[in-house]
Structures are given as structure tokens and as C-alpha cells.
């Protein structure tokens, strides 16, 4: 086995999700569930995680993925559709010594 499971404490970390859809809105939940400062990056975000936005408890960081965007994160999860970019994402992470979760592709990330 590669992977080795493992659990993180992310309470009061700064945590960054790529991709607003139901996928990221549900690493969304789970991150705010264990006390993550969660921020999103999406063109488009369902309405649950907007109402998240509008009520301050989820910053919405820009609706294009940046490389800066990922200053100060603790952990990331690419959960966009397009494997292209959630790559990019893991490799610019990577480069930042951060943690990177690549939804549906774990061997991406790291």
C-alpha cells in the first residue's frame, strides 16, 4: 500500500478548496465540521456554500485559481472538474511545501 491514512487537525487553519460545485461544497462542510478557516476559490458556488459566503463563515478568495491564493493555507483541496487544473494546483502546493488533497485523483496530490 502507497498511501498511508491519516487524520489532521485543521482547527484554526487556514484551508483553501478549488472548485464551488457539490464535490467542494462537501470538503467545504467537513472542514468548517472540524473548525477550518476555509476559504474557496470558484467561478460558481452552489447555494449552500454561498450562503456560507454571505454569512462570513467561508471566504470566497477569487473565482479563478491563483498561485498566490495559496499564501498562508495549511491544507488544499483541488475539487474542480478539470483534472489539468487540480494537477497544477497539487504541483504548485507541493512547491509551497504545503498538504494537497486532489479530489478523485489521490495519487496527484500529496
Not at 482547527?11 to 461544497?25: D, M, S
Request: with cysteine; proline share 4%; aromatic share 6%.
Amino acid at each position: 500500500m502507497r498511501y498511508y491514512p491519516i487524520f489532521l487537525d485543521v482547527e484554526g487553519r487556514a484551508c483553501l478548496v478549488v472548485g464551488g460545485g457539490e464535490v467542494g461544497a462537501r470538503k467545504v462542510k467537513t472542514l468548517l465540521d472540524c473548525g477550518g478557516m476555509v476559504g474557496v476559490v470558484s467561478p460558481e458556488v452552489v447555494p449552500w456554500l454561498e450562503e456560507k459566503i454571505q454569512q462570513g463563515v467561508v471566504e470566497l478568495k477569487g473565482s479563478h485559481y491563483e498561485e498566490r491564493q495559496l499564501q498562508g493555507c495549511f491544507l488544499v483541496i483541488a475539487a474542480t472538474d478539470d483534472l489539468e487544473l487540480n494537477c497544477r494546483i497539487a504541483q504548485d502546493a507541493e512547491k509551497r511545501g504545503l498538504l494537497c488533497n486532489v479530489v478523485d485523483y489521490p495519487q496527484e496530490g500529496n
